[in-house]
């Protein structure tokens, strides 16, 4: 598409700093690979931590991954793999113009990430219940390897920061909604569309790290 | 056309278009701003006041050391007060002065644009400063933070002290830090003015570059680092205590992996101030443009690999300990590239010594007796020796203070007619500059001695025989705080003033010299477009 085509459709959007909409939404790019990077170092941190814990407590990390429901683990990434699909098909829609199916994408989106959460609530309260819980609140009985409190920790720390990511993907998912009903998004302008299926990709690839970290290790 | 830069007007308000600082009154017009200017001020006029209260809490330390035991106040006490002085000047004041400060003002100047990239994240960045300082706040009259600023475990996950809410606030404060990063590596590939190629920019706008790099690719590890500790705090998870089967030395890993880079956070923007002021003042093209520009880059990521050179005595492997040792040598190569071409900037050049020279000028002595210290403690041999002594202490303190913050003060001398429009009386300024270094000297050199003397660093107590080298560094202090006094003085008089700062009144070549001083709301009356380098004072000397 032509850039004087962009520029004209949609001034409303171009901010006043900006001479032309592309040196925008190049701007926009940028900073949202900029951010996708301090997220993978912020989840590097308890990764590497991970990695070094399991190494030293081999076997209660073991034991204490055989509590986790492989089950739900699956159906979640499937979940979150159909999730990713549909948020490229919103924003190819959001490319295409078509405000009838990114409206449809995005709110299969925000369901497939819904049922994720529902899902993760559904393992945590079962934690609780049994007293897998992190550090000090561990509680469980009868373990036959001692130690286990250290993968609940970790447990509980990754997949918290990493539910907390999708929740915060959903809000800005739903924000996307609210302004695609509006008809702001056309093909001239959808970076906001388009910027936010790049984080929700690197969140759904934190989890492809997570499930099989925590689920298969045994 | 003999000038460099083409700017159709450069006298304030000429195509009746107002000054920033008199666009919009009333405190809302400045808190909800997204004007890269005024946030500029409103994050400069923060960070002084954090530099005031942890220059406060450092003057009270050196006075507690004045005699050894008791002088003015407790043991518990002492810990607090240099924990506060370190945690308030790293967090509060060096790591976001020149970017935040001075960088947010000059950096879209630099470049030609209206404002950086994201104008509003801009904002959110100084508002998330706000809420980091005011946690730190909490820390300090919630029992204070005991701990060191570096809040080693395992004391720091064992302690009483408020260490929750002090790494809380330095959580916090990496968000705002990483905002800056991004807002401006994303301006400088998107906003630059036409005829601004990567090479024609000026090396501030370098310098600011390589420094967002390591904000962003560091402060997300010292987030997760301080949240283990608070969840290590809370929950006990185990990772960092070795009764638990974690390892203590784990955290200094992560922390130093942030904490390293971050030296190079607070070093290069000074290095970025200083490679503006020299050719200025020299009126000289600066010599071995790439080579400085491409040495920040250079340091840059080097900073990534020296983090073990902090642990030499913390039980990591002699193999480890040797390779970290190699390559902490490798920084000294770009930071002497740098020194080496400011001095031959300087060399033939017509060198005038105003405010900004000086300070330049010291921090080339300063920096060289910094950086070279550092090279005894990058040798592990030496290090062990030299490890937590007041060595150490007289080393950061020549590259923090010595380097980082005169450069500061360098650049604030350099930019205030262009921020508030107002000149200085330059006499003043030069009687701060003068006293600050001879105070720094007094106060710092005297640590050298005492470290390799075997003096601890963090202790309350000393024996008697360390007193006398002590009483001069406490002495020292005081003509220090009388120079910043004085520089301060220089400064704040100006602003009573009437306005009264041309243009361009260094007879500087970089875009912002070429816009009115303060400069107006959008920075330039037209699009300047560029068609000559920064320092190139060959032609267009009228200006």
Known sequence: ?218 | MADAITVSSHTGGAGGHLSYLKDGKGWKSWAFTVDHKRIGVMYLWSILAAFFLGGVFAMLVRLELLTPKQTIMSAEYYNRAFTLHGAIMTFLFIIPSIPAALGNFVLPLMLGAKDVAFPRLNLLSYWIYVLGALFAVAAMVTGGVDTGWTFYTPYSTTTASAVTTMTLAAFILGFSSIFTGVNFIATVHTLRAPGLTWYKMPLFVWGMYATAVIQILATPVLGITLLLVIFERVFSVGIFDARLGGDPVLFQHFFWFYSHPAVYIMILPGMAIISEIIPVFSKKTIFGYKAIAWSSVAIAFISFLVWGHHMFVSGQSRLAGAIFSFLTFLVAIPSAIKVFNWLTTMYKGSIELRAPMLYAVMFLMLFGIGGLTGLFLGTLATDVHLHDTYFVVAHFHYVMMGSTTIAFLGGLHYWWPKIFGRMYNEKLAAWGAALTFIGFNATFLPQFLLGSRGMPRRYYNYLDQFQPLHAFSTFGSWILGLGLTVAAISLLAALRKKPDAPPNPWGGKTLEWQTSSPPITHNFETQPVVTHGPYDFRVGSAR
């Open chain 1, 1 to 218: 598409m032509s850039q004087t085509a962009v520029q004209e459709q949609d001034s409303r959007f171009l901010q006043h700093h900006f001479t032309e909409m592309e040196q925008q939404v190049d701007a926009s790019k940028i900073g949202m690979w900029l951010f996708l990077v301090t997220e993978i170092l912020l989840f590097g941190g308890l990764f590497v931590g991970f990695a070094l814990m399991q190494a030293r407590h081999h076997e209660a990390f073991i034991a204490a991954h055989h509590h986790l429901d492989r089950g739900l683990g699956v159906l979640n990434t499937v979940v979150l793999l159909i999730s990713s699909w549909t948020m490229v098909m919103a924003v190819h829609s959001s490319q295409k113009g078509d405000r009838r199916k990114l409206i449809l994408f995005l709110a299969l989106t925000l369901v497939c990430a819904g049922i994720f959460l529902g899902v993760k609530y559904f393992e945590y309260s079962h934690k609780f219940h049994e007293g897998l819980l992190p550090g000090k609140y561990y509680s469980h009985k009868g373990d036959a390897v001692p130690g286990q409190f250290m993968f609940f920790s970790f447990y509980f720390m990754m997949t918290g920061l990493h539910g907390l990511h999708i929740v915060a993907g959903m809000i800005a998912i739903a924000w996307l909604l609210v302004r695609a009903v509006r008809g702001d998004f056309s093909a001239a302008y959808n970076t906001p569309v388009d910027i936010t299926g790049l984080y929700w990709h690197l969140v759904d690839l934190i989890w492809i790290y997570l499930f099989p970290l925590l689920y298969l290790i045994g």
